[in-house]
């Protein structure tokens, strides 16, 4: 069996496309950048789950701990194109319920800090949370794209 000479994203590009690939970047970039400041700051985060008042006390810390986490894997899963299908269905996932999260809360009018990439709280975020709703609606697009190359394409592919 020949080894692939191609390099590394040479060879990710050829398979999957420069706009994938591109894409997967981005969303890797953006997850490991976002779960960077939650995880020098676990208090500060928790303090950000608990004002979206969606999750009951008992999973505050846990999830303080445990999303940024999840994150910095996923994020950095998608770059090097590790379990690229799971890594791209929980990336995915994770956008829409931050997505729907975001979105209840505005329903409910309440304009929070998001806590998406920074835990400084000090009275100088003035952003409204309908921005915060575009910005993670743009997200959604990329990985949504993906999803669909991913999973939707490959089963077209196979029933024709």
Avoid at 25 to 39: E, P
Avoid at 117 to 134: C, E, I, K
Wanted: proline share 3%.
């Amino acid at each position: 069996m020949a080894k692939d000479q191609t390099g590394f994203l040479r060879g990710q590009w050829k398979q999957e496309g420069l706009f994938a690939l591109v894409a997967r970047m981005i969303l890797g970039a953006v997850f490991i950048y976002a779960s960077i400041d939650k995880i020098l700051n676990p208090a500060a985060f928790a303090k950000a789950v608990y004002n979206y008042q969606i999750l009951p006390e008992g999973l505050i810390n846990l999830t303080a701990i445990v999303l940024p986490c999840l994150e910095l894997i996923l994020g950095i899963f998608l770059i090097i194109g590790l379990f690229r299908e799971g890594s791209l269905g929980l990336v995915t996932f994770l956008l829409l319920v931050f997505f729907g999260s975001m979105v209840f809360n505005l329903a409910r009018g309440l304009d929070i800090h998001c806590g998406c990439f920074s835990m400084s709280t000090d009275g100088t975020n003035n952003t409204p949370m309908v921005l915060y709703v575009f910005r993670d609606g743009l997200f959604l697009l990329p990985a949504l794209f993906l999803l669909y190359r991913t999973f939707l394409s490959r089963r077209q592919i196979a029933d024709a």
